[in-house]
C-alpha cells in the first residue's frame, strides 16, 4: 500500500529565510507527487505536481520540489520565506493508473517569524 | 472559473443525529471526492464518484455514512446517526478524468459531534 511521511509537525522559520519541508513515500512503482498548502479555515490549494520527466518541478507562488527515486523523497523548497506562507503543507501521492486516488501525509505546519 | 462549493460550512450537532453535507463540483469535472480529516491529520479519502457512479468506497463507514451523486454532478453525504469520532472537517474535491489531473478542493464543512 502506498504511503507518505512528513517527518516534520512543525517548522518555524524567520522571513526571507529559505524553506525545506521534507517528504518521503512508499510506493512499489512510479508514483505521482503532490504539494497542497492548507490556510486555517480553507480548503486545500495545489502547490505543484510531479508525474515524469524532470524531476525539478515549478509550483505556484514561488516553490519548486525535487523527485528522487534513490531516497523516495519529494521535498518541497522555497529560497525565500513570506509571512503569508505560514500555512500547513500535506504531501500525498498517487498512483498511475490508480483514478486519481490520494494518500496524504499528516502535513507540516509552518510557522513564519517576523 | 467557479471553485469547488460547499455548504455548510459549520456544524453542531448531538451524538445520534444526523447531518447531510453538499458539494457542488467544478463545471465539467466528472470526478468527485469526499474526504474526511481529523485535526492534526490529513484528509482520508471516504468515497470516490466518477461522474454518478462509485469507484472507491472501501474506507467508508457503510453502517452510518451514505453519500450520492445523482446526474453526475451535485454531491451529499449523510452521517446517520453521529458519533463523537466523527468530529471532523469533511472536504469535497473534483478532478477532470485521468490520472495526472490534480483535484481541487473545497473550503469544507467542519462537523462538530457533542
Known amino acids: 500500500a502506498q504511503s507518505v511521511t512528513q517527518p516534520d509537525i512543525h517548522i518555524t522559520v524567520s522571513e526571507g529565510a529559505s524553506l525545506e519541508l521534507r517528504c518521503n513515500y512508499s510506493y512499489g512503482a512510479t508514483p505521482y507527487l503532490f504539494w497542497y498548502v492548507q490556510s486555517p479555515g480553507q480548503g486545500l490549494q495545489l502547490l505543484l505536481k510531479?508525474?515524469?520527466?524532470?524531476?525539478l518541478v515549478q509550483g505556484i507562488k514561488g516553490f519548486e520540489a525535487e523527485f528522487k527515486r534513490s531516497q523516495s523523497s519529494f521535498n518541497l523548497r522555497k529560497p525565500s520565506v513570506h509571512w503569508s506562507d505560514a500555512a500547513e503543507y500535506f504531501c500525498?501521492?498517487?498512483?498511475?493508473?490508480?483514478?486519481?486516488?490520494?494518500?496524504f501525509g499528516t502535513g507540516t505546519q509552518l510557522k513564519v517569524e517576523l | 472559473e467557479a471553485g469547488v462549493a460547499q455548504s455548510p460550512r459549520y456544524k453542531i450537532i448531538e451524538k445520534r443525529q444526523s447531518v447531510a453535507f453538499w458539494c457542488n463540483p467544478i463545471s465539467g469535472h466528472a470526478t468527485l471526492y469526499w474526504y474526511q480529516q481529523i485535526l492534526g491529520q490529513g484528509p482520508k479519502l471516504l468515497i470516490q464518484f466518477q461522474n454518478n457512479g462509485v469507484v472507491d468506497d472501501s474506507q467508508l463507514p457503510k453502517d452510518r455514512f451514505s453519500a450520492e451523486r445523482l446526474k453526475g454532478v451535485d454531491s451529499t453525504l449523510k452521517i446517520q446517526p453521529a458519533k463523537l469520532e466523527d468530529s471532523a472537517v469533511y472536504l469535497c474535491a473534483s478532478s477532470t478524468s485521468g490520472t495526472s489531473a490534480g483535484q481541487f478542493f473545497g473550503p469544507g464543512t467542519r462537523l462538530t459531534v457533542l
Open positions: 500525498a501521492v498517487g498512483k498511475a493508473g490508480g483514478g486519481n486516488k490520494l494518500t
Open positions: 510531479y508525474f515524469s520527466g524532470d524531476t
